[in-house]
């Protein structure tokens, strides 16, 4: 009753920001994202593994609400595989990349977490049971169960059962296209993203409008990401980014994700597509910016983010699907 599964993180292209439903995580538009490797999450989980529920996360055992999300996602596959009496769990998980810094790391962490215990539990494989499933623990995590390019539909239904994500194209669409990500903070978020949105919702005038461009940004990309028009794509996504984190900037009390460094890497691409050279950036709710670009030029952004003072930089291609895996974590 032991399973072990690699997720990715996914960097919405159109940004997911802001509940309709706060306790079934509903949003209030669809959002479009690319899956990101070589980033990844492992996560274990083992059913009967003990008298109790154990949550590790990256090493330190998880309390308050880390635990309750965790608990709530095994809770639900427990209740699903009912005639199963799979008792008490153990989830240990790891990942590769800095948490809260806006890189998605609890979107691959939930994402492993749907599909390893779900397998553990014996259920079988399906990426929408997983979405929905894994959508209770991280929003955005539902983008992460499948690979390439997937599209979390905000749907209609009151109980979120619409409300899942389709992969749209797969990560062998697209090979060429990059993201770099320009790690300019490691340091964890003052405000996580859950409570940056929730204040945004509540409180900015320029929601309403956000919820309304957002939704048609997405038919738009979609189209970008069919004809592969990187440039097209590049400006949807730095007007995406710069609209979701005004949202944020005009709520009260404001809100702002950006450090100093950001803005000088955001600005110097600018001056870079001057010279020819196809980069655009996208930002979640941290400090790291995501450079958009092609295989022909990723060693041209990395060059920019570590003169702008970056302290890593990751090269990105589309990633695959949450994979289950030999090796356990315990």
């Known amino acids: 009753m032991k399973a072990t599964v690699r997720a990715h993180p996914n960097l919405a292209l159109v940004k997911y920001w802001g509940k309709r439903d706060d306790a079934l995580i509903l949003p209030h538009q669809s959002s479009l994202s690319m899956t990101l490797s070589p980033l990844s999450v492992r996560t274990t989980v083992a059913f009967g593994a003990g008298s109790a529920d154990e949550v590790e996360l990256n090493g330190y055992v998880a309390k308050g609400s880390e635990r309750d999300r965790v608990l709530r996602v095994l809770d639900a596959v427990r209740a699903e595989a009912k ?7 153990k989830m240990v998980s790891r990942g590769d990349f800095p948490a809260s810094a806006g890189l998605a790391s609890s979107a691959a962490g939930f994402a492993a977490l749907a599909v390893a215990a779900r397998a553990a539990a014996g259920l079988p494989a399906d990426p929408r049971a997983a ?30 059962m619409d409300s899942y994500a389709v992969q749209r194209f797969d990560e062998k669409h697209w090979p060429e296209l990059r993201m770099v990500v ?16 929730k204040n945004a919702v509540e409180t ?34 730095e007007r995406n ?5 005004a949202t944020s900037l005009a709520a009260d009390p404001p809100l702002c994700y950006l450090m100093p460094k950001t803005l000088e890497l955001i600005h110097s691409l600018r001056e870079q597509r ?6 655009w950036f996208t ?17 041209a952004a990395e060059a920019a ?8 930089v990751v090269r990105c291609v589309p990633g695959g699907d949450a994979q289950l895996l030999g090796e356990h974590l315990f």
């Open 274 to 279: 001057k010279k020819g050279v196809p980069v």
């Open 305 to 312: 983010a570590m003169a702008c003072g970056a302290t890593e």
């Open 182 to 197: 320009a790690i300019v903070s490691r340091d964890e978020k003052e405000v996580k993203s859950r409570d940056g949105m």
């Open 204 to 237: 900015s005038p320029y929601y309403p409008a956000w919820v309304k461009d957002a939704e048609a940004e997405v038919v738009r990309a979609r189209e970008f990401l069919a004809k592969k028009d990187l440039q097209a794509l590049g400006e949807m996504c």
């Open 241 to 245: 980014a710069w609209r979701m984190h």
């Open 83 to 89: 005639d199963a009496k799979l008792g008490p769990a």
């Open 131 to 160: 979405s929905l499933l894994s959508r209770l623990g991280s929003g955005s995590a539902c983008r992460s169960v499948q690979g390439g390019f997937c599209e979390w539909m905000r749907g209609e239904r009151p109980d979120g």
């Open 283 to 299: 930002l979640d709710a941290g400090p790291n910016p995501c450079i958009l670009t092609d295989a022909a030029h990723e060693l």
